[in-house]
Structure formats: C-alpha cells, structure tokens
C-alpha cells in the first residue's frame, strides 16, 4: 500500500530529498499537477523540483547551451542537445537536467519518438549541465552523486550568483574537478564564466559574437 499521504493531508514538501519507493514516485510525478514538476530519484529519496524558473536562471541557461552548440558547431563535433529531457532506470534512479548533450558517435544514440530515455537500454549522455540559482549545494552534492552512478562523463554546474562553471569529470568511483573540457575538445570553464560576466551588461548577441570570436581563433 502506497505511504504517499492523500489529498486531504500536508502537501508533499518540494526542492528537497524526501525518504520514498520508487512506486510513490512514480505516483507523484504522474500527477496533473506536477506536470510541468522536474523529478529526480536515488537512493530511496526522491526531489521534486517545483520553484519557478526566473529570469537568471533562464538567461544563463540559453547562454551556456548556445556557447556549446556554437562550439560544437565551430569544431565539427557531432551532437544533440535536449533540454530537460527525462532518463530513467526504472527501479532505481530518475533525473530531469537542466540541460543535457550526446556527443559525437552518441549523437543519433536516442531515436526519434522517445518519451522518457531508458537508461537500461541506452547510454547516458555525455554531458549534464544543471543551472544553479538557487540550488547550489545540492547541485554540487546529491545531484552529481546520481550523475555519477548512472554513467554521465562530464557534468557542469552553473553558479548563477558567482558567474562561473563548475566542471567535473565522472566515474561510478567519484569525481574530479576540471578547468578544461575533456567531452568538448579543450572548452575552457574560465571562457564559459566570462561569457556568463559579459552577459550582466551585454546582451546575448554580443556575447555571441564574442564567443564566435573567441571560439574561431580570432
């Protein structure tokens, strides 16, 4: 019988990791109301993520996944972009990134007409990028911990508030810091956080130019 509390009793508390099956999951994020809800699962715990996006978070967002697909573009590196795509290993674990990328020979890994990516018949993508406005310590902690475990190569956390990227390098072992992209060819983080400086009094078109700039070697 499921311990999730009906209707009638206390909200479930929301952005935070809460003890749950797997099955009360499921039951939560299949609700009308959490349609719109990002939903991540590991170690028995489950986050649902329910605070609205604001603009910051928005801004940085478009910025950085702009900065890698025009430096993918630039550089001829195969890749796909899915923003808040969903990857599940049923059972057991569950995550809705910010931002995610596959990258090279993974490229056309997920076909077309997928809903929810099954980890237990494809990779995990190569990059995760999560955009931390308000979200910071778990971003760094649990979060990375679930990258971790379900195979993520690299994974970024953008701090909004100090206007840099966070990179990591991944393994089912742990993780290492980065000043430089291992997935992406040499990207340097310090580039990504001056990108993410300029846009306070720039707007994106000229950052964009800026970063092709930097980007094509000019």
Known sequence: MSSLKTS???ALPTNTWIAASWEDYLQMVAKPTLAK???YYHHNHMRIEMSPVGHDHAADNALIDFAVQL???LRGIAFR????CSYRQAGERE????????LQEQAQMIPWGT????LNRYPAPDLVIEIAASSLLDDQGNKRALYEVLGVKEYWVVDVQAMTVLAYALTPQGS?????SQVLGGLPMALLATAL???RHQDQGQVGAWLLQEFSGA
């Open 37 to 39: 809800a990002k939903g």
């Open 8 to 10: 009638s009793e206390p």
């Open 71 to 73: 430096f993918c573009t």
């Open 81 to 84: 972009g899915l923003v808040n």
């Open 95 to 102: 995550c809705q990134p910010d931002s995610s990328y596959y």
């Open 197 to 199: 400086e300029r846009s």
């Open 115 to 118: 809903t929810i990516v099954d």
């Open 176 to 180: 290492q810091r980065l000043d430089v």
